[in-house]
C-alpha cells in the first residue's frame, strides 16, 4: 500500500509538527526523533525497553548510512549477534519485541515509511 496523500495528518509530538499516513507511518523518515519514536509505540501498544532501542538503533544506523531501510534477515543477523544466539531465536525474540512483526511495527516505530511491499519479516 502506498501513502496517500489525501490521507495524511499532522500530529505534534514533543513540540514538534509530524505529518504520519493514514497507517501512521512517518511521511519523512527524517522527522524522527526519540519522542517520536515513544509517541508511536505508544500507539502501537509496545513500551520500549533497552532491547527495542537496540533493534531501533540498528535500524535507523542502516538508514543513515544504505539510504534505504534494512531487510529484516540483517535486523535477525544484527539482534543474534548481540545477544550471541541463532538466527532462529533472535527471530523468535525480535516477534517479542514486535508481535505484528518488521513491517507491522519495526518499521513504523523506527520512523521509516510505509514499505511497498510486506512481508512477514
Do not use: N
Amino acid at each position: 500500500m502506498r501513502t496517500r496523500p489525501d490521507k495524511i495528518s499532522s500530529v505534534e509530538i514533543g513540540g514538534q509538527d509530524v505529518l504520519v499516513d493514514e497507517a501512521g507511518y512517518l511521511v519523512d523518515p527524517d522527522d524522527w526523533s526519540h519522542a517520536v519514536a515513544e509517541w508511536l509505540a505508544a500507539e502501537e501498544g509496545v513500551e520500549l525497553s533497552e532491547d527495542h532501542w537496540a533493534v531501533l538503533g540498528f535500524m535507523r544506523e542502516y538508514l543513515e548510512t544504505q539510504g534505504v531501510a534494512a531487510d529484516a534477515r540483517f535486523v535477525f543477523k544484527d539482534l543474534g549477534e548481540r545477544y550471541a544466539e541463532s538466527l532462529k531465536a533472535a527471530r523468535r525474540r525480535f516477534f517479542q519485541l514486535f508481535p505484528y512483526g518488521y513491517t507491522g511495527q519495526a518499521c513504523k516505530i523506527a520512523g521509516m515509511r510505509q514499505p511497498r511491499a510486506w512481508s512477514t519479516g
